[in-house]
């Protein structure tokens, strides 16, 4: 199995794409060949069906709108439609009309590679190509009938050769399907066999310069890793709310013990004050009255002058 091969898979799990899907991926991948006959065959019979229908366009969809050096994805995704719309059902015909314009946009495609080489001539041709099939209604009708009749046929010779090989599929029961599937990914004309020739060249040179990714490098493995560093950042997002909560309500203690310190120390002052009052009285003498000196024979006025006293 290729390394694309596997990255593939690995895609098809983690985003949980239907069956229908993973075909229409496998179809229109990456690898340095076209897609071969008999999977487009089985795209296109479950285009029959309403829920695989949706999924199928969906993904050749997405597939269109890839650009760069994702263009093999676009070419493939265009060769497996026009197959479609000769063979599957007719609502890939009307629903390819409803996006015209997203089809249309490829007619301007541009890629150059590293060697200079414009990629994107195959797929403005394929593009011409499809156009003109969903312009003309009677081409189209005339495709549609012819791929029926071929589909057929192939159906009949397919019976026939299953009878008649019994003895030879005993003995390898894959080498008649593997005949089968390299005979129809086998390039018909020469465009397709340059073409495939370029893929083959263009996807080696690539892998070459591509370093192998490590086996633990999967995408769970980096979901994971993702979530756990997700994990420590709010512990300590946490552990650092905590800390400032901590810190608020240390400085709140702080300044309610000072408070009240403040409030014990003005306290002692008032106190210290008023026994200070008490323990030295003071004399008043309200009102001015007589004093007699005994042996004087006079009274003085208190608050007078003893040299000058006054007589009563």
């Not at 983690?14 to 795209?43: C, F, Q």
């Not at 969906?58 to 000769?86: C, E, F, P, Q």
């Not at 994107?120 to 012819?146: C, F, T």
């Not at 066999?193 to 893929?199: C, F, G, I, R, T």
Request: hydrophobic share 35%; proline share 4%; aromatic share 6%.
């Amino acid at each position: 199995m290729t390394t694309s091969a596997l990255r593939r898979q690995v895609k098809n799990i983690v985003h949980n794409y239907s069956e229908a899907e993973i075909k229409v991926r496998e179809a229109t991948s990456n690898d340095p060949w076209g897609p071969p006959s008999s999977l487009m065959s089985e795209i296109a019979d479950l285009t029959f069906n309403t829920v695989a229908f949706a999924e199928v366009m969906g993904m050749i969809w997405r597939r269109l709108n890839d650009s760069g050096k994702n263009w093999r994805h676009v070419y493939k995704a265009l060769t497996l439609l026009d197959y479609l719309i000769k063979t599957g059902s007719e609502k890939v015909t009307h629903q390819c009309r409803e996006n015209l314009y997203t089809i249309q946009t490829l007619k301007d495609f541009q890629y150059v590679d590293r060697d200079g080489k414009d990629q994107g001539i195959n797929i403005r041709e394929k593009v011409k190509q499809v156009m003109a099939l969903l312009k003309d209604e009677e081409r189209l009708k005339q495709e549609r009938a012819h791929a029926l009749q071929t589909k057929e046929r192939m159906a009949l010779e397919g019976m026939g050769s299953g009878t008649t090989s019994l003895k030879s599929t005993a003995s390898s029961s894959s080498s008649p399907r593997f005949a089968s599937d390299l005979e129809q990914a086998r390039p018909q004309t020469t465009g397709e066999e340059e073409l495939q020739l370029q893929l083959a060249l263009a996807m080696s040179r690539e892998e070459a310069e591509k370093p192998l990714p490590p086996i633990s490098s999967t995408d769970e493995e980096r979901q994971l890793q993702l979530a756990l560093a997700l994990s420590k950042e709010e512990h300590e997002k946490e552990v650092r709310t905590w800390q400032g909560e901590n810190s608020l309500l240390q400085r709140a203690s702080e300044e309610t013990t000072q408070g009240k310190e403040e409030e014990e120390e003005e306290e002692k002052m008032k106190k210290s004050q008023v026994q200070s009052a008490l323990g030295f009285p003071h004399l008043f003498i309200p009102f001015p009255f007589a004093v007699l000196y005994p042996g004087a024979g006079r009274y003085i006025r208190a608050g007078a002058s003893p040299l000058q006293p006054h007589v009563c």
